[in-house]
């Protein structure tokens, strides 16, 4: 009877913890589960199509487990004893099939899904899409709009609605970039060029983070994404085409130099810096930015992976 | 120019003597202190001749063993301080605080905790209990090479030694467990840290790799008569298994270590960014090590479990030749799935799909592994002793953990989830639960068989819940505070994220697994004052099946005064079962190794060596370095390294303890 009891009661405490735990996730904030955009939802879903399938094998295994263990305890003497038993062709051919096929149903899905969210893959829509170039520092986080000759430390905005090309690299040690409610993460690595592709279709403000460790203050490396309407951004573009700050070889190399810095745009962005900066390590001497005006990039190091 | 002086120490100098930072100074003063305490005692009870003798020179895999153990707990105990500086650090650095730690010091204390914990704690575990029990299972006297199993040992405790002197001199890595490059290169990690890393891995890597031969061979080689591969022990064979996975991956690690000290040292350009290097290949090549290590660490601890399952619920293990299968599955699998951990890369989505699959097959023998070890408890008379519990700890744990890990597979899933603290809640999960809990139920249940006494059941169980109670509070924070989008590693975050309730609650779990430590040393303490009334007289505490429970509680150093013939499995049990007690036995002489110093006189050569090779002093170097080869020669060179133990000497203690058995019968 004791030990009945106390079984009770501690069935009782994680019965209501789990409880507790349900209801609090209910009222927090998860960027993962709260998708903002087309990727981060097909993402998030695949989590779900994973876990749920995974209970097929989950749910046998606790019960089994307890159930074994409450009958066939030492006490009671009134449970079957097989101690010879050892082996049963059939039912262990059962747990080398159903995981297979659960598996397989997973790999189909692992597979196809691979090549449908590979972040190479432009998303299709009707609205043009529109290109940042992504510079991972020494620990802040360059946004660079070439095509509107704008840029912005630590912030950048995108229109709603709008599929969103980044190419990514780093002039630091390597990084990972991330937009929980938009979409998974990439590398941003030195001397290379990855590429990711989101797209938001809320309004709002998204928090960015690096994932990977890049030195001292790399915990303060964050950076936040907004999502605004057509003309707001228009409006912020020209806004930052005014800005007093100009992306130059000089303002570049102090920008570039280790530290934290605080959000800003820049105006007269120098054209072809950011394969530039993917290109200098490809020169011996690479610790200084060889920007010129007219520089054309080359594109040998360019990563080739992906759908492109 | 610089003094001859200053050359003569390399880099070294008297200000890298760590008096700055609060924290790893009252660390090094508390190993210091510790190590002075142990000074004074040994002196005090004049026991330095006997340490050296017993223990510092033995060739006894049972002794190594114990010794690996004790090296590990300590280890363990310095990387559980260093989760909770970790836990302390998170809960406090949120908003205008900056929390506990400097954040160079935070990122050296989770460097150190990731390196400490998998290369010495939990290897050292393994290796111990691999010394331990598996010549006593394959019903041997020996390990195949005595004296490169000591050097193994004092290798490992080099590299020890080593990672804990940065502590005191100079620092610790900051660039995260592995190191990646360019992080670790010389232009953004420019102290010694890395090189500490560096040369602690390397040594203690190269003791790994040559007890990894050491036991392959030992298990070919030298099984008793009648022990065919089928009818090893299951820990044996996942130790097989370990031992070949060990074998092909810490080259590996080897040569990617020391083209990254080239990398630091000579201006090479293997993985730098820039001049020709690519750091994404050290990213490839230590994964190419470091997923096999996964499962080099898990499978013992798999191997473990079998035992403990069917020896505590009196039956066979189920599905034998099932779990042989699964572990070679694994092994060869454990090679295909490295690119996983970097998924984020942008390898395209071909390389990303293979890998995926690759990862979701290996989830299927460890599957099998599960079921089979749940058929072994149907229909028997399940003991919940200690091991017990931590082996159905271990299934609830493991399998979350698994279906975590069966989530990352899926790449683009992955991408929401790499780097972030899911990640590290799923590893811990899968290391503590399959690795932590299979060691402690392992170290439980032979415990008796090395010592010859029990552990205080009551306060292992306690043990127990205390691990696994704390072990969901740390940790299920974890995986929600991951899909919040809480990065690794981080020092500080602002307070508008509403994370710091989840890291208050894992800080808990943290205090609560230490309490769980707390106890299992003070059952180590109370078990050892009582240990008259837990004294194990028969040898067989557990109603064993396998052959290390036939002979006396401890082993004697030869093992087996006369070498077992097995026609089964479950050989021991086979024999009670059969009533067959008295076995007439034929004495004959056999040798034996001898002791030998020149393992610790090995690794103190090599001990130079790695701290003149992190500090570059080059004639410190040269002198370890060729300390090293003359020791080895010398110790090649000496053909006397055997002894002969009479039969009369064997049968004589044999009967002592077959009358001891008979006593208590």
């Not at chain 1, 262990?92 to 189909?108: Q, T």
């Not at chain 2, 002093?617 to 133990?645: K, P, Q, V």
């Amino acid at each position: 009877m004791k030990k009945k009891t106390r079984f009770i009661i501690a069935v009782t405490i994680v019965l209501v913890l789990l409880g507790a735990l349900i209801l609090y996730l209910s009222k927090i904030n998860i960027p993962v589960l709260e998708p903002k955009g087309p990727i981060a939802l097909k993402e998030r879903n695949l989590i779900y199509f994973a876990l749920a399938l995974s209970l097929v094998v989950v749910i046998p295994v606790f019960l089994l487990l307890g159930i074994f263990a409450w009958k066939y305890r030492e006490s009671n003497t009134k449970a079957k004893y097989s101690p010879e038993l050892d082996h049963n062709g059939a039912t262990e051919a059962l747990w080398w099939v159903i995981p297979g096929i659960l598996i397989a149903i997973l790999s189909v899905v692992a597979w196809n899904s691979s090549h449908t969210l590979d972040p190479y893959r432009a998303i299709a829509s009707t609205t043009p899409k529109i290109k940042i170039q992504v510079i991972a520092l020494d620990w802040k986080w360059l946004f660079i709009y070439p095509a509107q000759g704008i840029a912005a430390v630590n912030f950048f905005e995108i229109p709603i609605n709008t599929p969103v090309e980044f190419e990514l690299t780093s002039d630091a040690p390597m990084n990972s970039f991330w937009i929980p409610q938009l979409g998974g993460q990439i590398y941003a690595m030195p001397g290379m060029n990855t590429r990711l592709n989101l797209m938001a279709t809320s309004l709002g403000r998204y928090n960015g983070w690096s994932a990977n460790i890049s030195g001292k203050d790399f915990s303060y490396m964050t950076f936040v994404a907004d999502s605004v309407k057509h003309s707001t951004f228009n409006k912020w573009i020209n806004m930052s085409k005014r800005s007093h700050y100009h992306l130059t070889s000089d303002s570049y190399a102090t920008l570039s130099a280790p530290g934290t810095a605080k959000v800003h745009v820049y105006s007269k962005v120098l054209p072809g810096i950011f394969y530039a900066t993917i290109d200098k390590y490809m020169s011996p001497n690479n610790t200084s930015a060889v920007v010129g005006s007219n520089y054309t990039p080359a594109r040998a190091n360019v990563s080739k992976g992906g759908m492109q | 120019m610089k003094g001859f002086g200053v050359n003569l120490l390399g880099k070294l100098h008297l200000s890298s003597i760590q008096t700055k930072d609060l924290t790893t100074l009252g660390a090094a003063i508390s190993i210091l202190m510790g190590g002075l305490l142990v000074v004074i005692l040994l002196s005090y009870t004049h026991r330095w001749k006997w340490l050296w003798r017993e223990w510092l020179t033995t060739v006894d895999p049972k002794r190594l063993g114990v010794m690996y153990i004790i090296v590990a707990v300590l280890m363990l105990i310095r990387g559980g301080m260093d989760a909770l500086m970790m836990r302390a650090q998170q809960a406090t650095s949120v908003g205008s605080s900056h929390g506990v730690l400097s954040s160079s010091t935070f990122q050296q204390v989770f460097s150190a905790h990731g390196t400490i914990m998998i290369f010495f704690a939990a290897m050292g575990l393994m290796f111990g209990l691999f010394n331990l029990m598996i010549p006593l299972l394959i019903g041997t006297r020996d390990v195949a090479f005595p004296f490169l199993n000591a050097t193994s040992f004092w290798l490992f405790c080099a590299g020890m030694v080593l990672v804990n002197m940065s502590l005191g001199i100079g620092e610790f890595s900051a660039a995260g467990w592995l190191a990646y490059p360019p992080l670790s290169e010389l232009k953004y990690s420019p102290g010694v840290g890395v090189d500490y890393w560096i040369w602690s891995l390397q040594i203690a890597g190269i003791g790994s790799l040559m007890s990894g031969i050491n036991f392959l061979v030992t298990i070919l080689r030298k099984r008793c008569k009648g022990m065919t591969l089928m009818r090893m022990p299951m820990f044996v064979w996942s130790s097989l298994g370990a031992s070949v996975l060990i074998i092909f991956a810490f080259p590996i690690l080897t040569v990617t270590l020391f083209l990254l000290y080239l990398d630091r040292t000579l201006g090479m350009h293997f993985f730098t960014a820039g001049g020709g290097g690519n750091a994404m290949m050290y990213v490839n090549l230590i994964w190419a090590w470091g997923h096999p290590e996964v499962y080099i660490l898990i499978l013992p601890a798999f191997g473990v479990f079998s035992e403990v399952v069917a020896t505590f619920s009196r039956k066979r293990l189920f599905g034998y030749r099932s779990m042989v299968w699964a572990i070679w599955a694994i092994v060869l699998l454990s090679f295909t799935v490295w690119l996983h951990h970097f998924f984020t890369m942008g390898a395209g989505a071909d390389v990303n799909g293979f890998f995926g699959i690759m990862t979701m097959v290996i989830a299927v023998p460890t599957g099998v592994k599960v079921f089979n070890w749940l058929f072994t408890m149907y229909r028997g008379r399940i003991k919940f002793a200690s091991p017990m519990l931590w082996f159905m700890g271990f299934i609830v744990l493991f399998t979350i953990g698994g279906v975590a890990g069966v989530v990352m597979a899926i790449p683009p899933a992955d991408f929401q989830i790499h780097n972030s603290l899911f990640l590290v809640a799923h590893f811990h999960t899968m290391i503590v639960s399959g690795v932590l809990f299979g060691y402690f139920a392992g170290i439980t249940y032979w415990f008796p068989k090395v010592f010859g006494f029990r552990l205080n059941e009551k306060l292992g169980k306690y043990a127990f819940y205390c691990w696994t109670i704390g072990f969901v509070l740390a940790f299920v924070p974890l995986y929600i505070l991951g899909l919040m989008g809480a990065t690794r590693r981080l020092d500080h975050y602002s307070s508008s994220l509403g994370w710091r309730p989840l890291f208050i609650v894992a800080g808990i779990g943290a205090v609560i697994i230490a309490l769980g430590v707390v106890i299992q040393l003070i059952q180590l303490v109370y078990s050892i004052l009582n240990r008259h009334e837990y004294r194990d007289v028969t040898g067989d505490p557990w109603n064993g099946r396998t052959l290390e429970w036939s002979v006396p509680s401890p082993a004697p150093s030869y093992n087996f005064a006369v070498l077992p013939e097995v026609r089964s499995r479950d050989p021991f049990w086979e024999s009670k079962k059969a009533k067959v007690i008295h076995v007439p036995k034929k004495y004959i002489d056999v040798s034996m190794p001898k002791n030998t110093s020149s393992g610790i006189v090995i690794a103190v050569f090599a001990l130079m060596f790695g701290f003149a090779a992190v500090w570059h002093i080059w004639i410190l170097a040269a002198i370890g370095l060729l300390g090293l080869i003359i020791a080895i020669i010398y110790r090649l060179s000496d053909d006397n390294t055997e002894f002969i133990l009479s039969a009369e000497k064997l049968a004589r203690q044999d009967r002592v303890s077959d009358l001891a058995k008979e006593y208590v019968r």
